[in-house]
């Protein structure tokens, strides 16, 4: 399979830990060609700069239009700020590109569905950087929660599902994501993140109930920095019975490590702390060969620790790894502890697997458009929710 051309759209901290590590790590399926920087500090441009790439090999434009207008690209990578992915995304596709897209895909659901109308009227493929679906502990739970209910580990049917991704941060890091822009604030940024976790679980709710605030009242009051959400399934939808999923982002949260999932089944309960590796170990690399004798990852090249599991890429500690409790008795007098491991490693590397997969061979892409699309449906619903203080029903 001839290796996809790509270009990255911006210079920014998705195009450096998420999207071109993937692309150089995967020789074999993509290329870069080409950064879209528009402001570069030095000739070559930051991505050249910080994988300490060859100047004359991957092409530095200032442009859109140089983009576009370039036919050896096929996939355009859109890891910008969030209030730009719609028009970028809708520029590309126009020219005739396949697009990736960092989540939120878009601020609205109309331009999502835009977007993905667009996409199929010009047989390209759109594919939304839902990557989390790939981290170790989500993995690890599906495996849980796919358990028979006649295993000893099942937690049996789900009553209550907590996903948190809390923090402690007392200022603002100055980005801008600071700024009251659209699609800015916690909820479309890690929100996105639990919010689709979570549909791949359950499915749609009926009904949402949101909390949202500019808790530490740093910053614009109109960007919000915690969310509490609240996922309403009833009976016989989900599950059985009727239960809530809890999302929850805090940003003046002291623990550590921070609580990651809380299940409670009908059978036992599940907890896990931590948060998914792969980010910190994405941030640590250059383009600089290993030598024989290193082990840190700042002198790994994307593709040793992406394609060598020695390396450990993806592999919490297993002190991270989640616990199980169950009830050994109808009454709830005895319970047993035991560890969930974390087996299988996070491989944010599968998406981009199956992105090339999708635009090369035609198959389905993991991440549905639909799917990112109801991403953004629920973060508007939320939205809602939270502004007039009220339950909202989620459209069937």
Not at 82 to 94: I, M, P, Q, R
Not at 261 to 276: A, E, H, M
Not at 372 to 378: C, D, K, L, P
Request: net charge negative; with cysteine.
């Amino acid at each position: 399979m001839e290796p996809i051309k790509c270009c990255a759209i911006g210079a920014g901290l998705a195009t450096l830990t998420f999207h071109v590590p993937f692309v150089l790590g995967l020789p074999s399926l993509f290329t870069l060609h080409g950064v879209l920087e528009r402001n570069p500090r030095t000739p070559s441009g930051t991505v050249c700069d910080r994988f300490h790439l060859s100047s004359a090999e991957v092409k530095l434009y200032q442009t859109l239009e140089e983009v576009l207008s370039d036919p050896e690209i096929e996939l355009v990578l859109v890891g910008t700020p969030n209030d730009t992915h719609y028009a970028l995304a809708k520029a590309a596709l126009e020219a005739g590109k396949h697009v990736l897209v960092d989540k939120p895909v878009t601020p609205s659901v109309q331009e999502a569905k835009e977007l993905g109308e667009l996409a199929r009227d010009k047989g390209k493929v759109l594919y939304a950087f839902q990557n989390r679906r790939w981290d170790q502990d989500f993995l690890a739970l599906k495996k849980l929660l796919d358990l028979p209910d006649s295993d000893p580990k099942s937690l049996g049917t789900v009553v209550e599902f907590e996903s948190h991704f809390d923090r402690y941060r007392l200022g603002l890091k100055g980005s801008w994501k600071d700024e009251p822009r659209p699609a800015a604030g916690l909820i479309y940024d890690l929100g996105s993140h639990l919010i689709d976790q979570t549909l791949c679980l359950f499915g749609r709710p009926t009904q949402i109930t949101a909390f949202a605030s500019n808790l530490r009242g740093v910053g614009h009051p109109d960007v919000d920095d915690n969310f509490t959400i609240h996922m309403h399934y009833p009976a016989g939808s989900a599950l059985p019975y009727p239960f809530t999923a809890i999302l929850r982002a805090h940003p003046l949260s002291v623990h550590s490590p921070q609580l990651r999932f809380n299940v409670l089944g009908q059978k036992g309960s599940y907890i896990k702390y931590g948060v998914d590796v792969q980010e910190e170990q994405l941030k640590s690399l250059t383009a600089v060969p290993v030598t024989a004798t290193s082990t840190s990852t700042a002198s790994l090249t994307p593709e040793n620790l992406i394609t060598s599991p020695s390396l450990g890429y993806g592999l919490e500690p297993e002190i991270l790894w989640g616990a199980l409790e169950h009830a050994t008795d109808p009454v709830g007098m005895t319970f047993v502890k035991s560890v969930w491991p974390s087996e299988e490693p996070g491989c944010y590397a599968d998406l981009y697997r199956n992105l090339a997969a999708a635009i090369r061979e035609g198959v389905e892409t993991k991440v549905k458009w639909e799917e990112a699309t109801a991403v953004i449906e629920m973060i508007e619903l939320a939205k809602k929710s939270a502004k007039e203080g009220r339950t909202v029903d989620v459209p069937y």
